[in-house]
């Protein structure tokens, strides 16, 4: 049977990164066998750059980023075109 995809945003990358008790923190361990999850290279670019401007005391969690990537099996996707971005924009909040 197929794996469900499912992209996911910065933030549940990034809760999970701050918490192995939560709910983002288990969707992303319970789940990897099921899932095939996917970011984008935005979406990571967002999450160092959240890490390193808000997060700047706990360096650690660069590192553990990667073995989240690794160990949920997370995939980064190519960032999408701009023309597939404008064709989104239609669907989606100016804010995401």
Do not use: W
């Not at 990034?14 to 095939?36: H, K, M, P, V, W």
């Amino acid at each position: 049977m197929p794996k469900h995809r499912v992209f996911l945003d910065s933030s549940v990358i990034i809760t999970a990164l701050l918490s192995n008790q939560g709910g983002s923190f288990y969707i992303l361990s319970s789940l990897r066998d099921r899932c095939e999850f996917q970011t984008n290279e935005f979406g990571l670019r967002e999450i160092q750059k959240t890490l390193a401007n808000k997060f700047s005391q706990q360096p650690d969690l660069s590192s553990k980023l990667f073995l989240l990537l690794g160990t949920a099996h997370i995939f980064t996707l190519p960032s999408p075109s701009r023309r597939e971005r404008d064709h989104a924009a239609k669907y989606i909040s100016a804010n995401d």
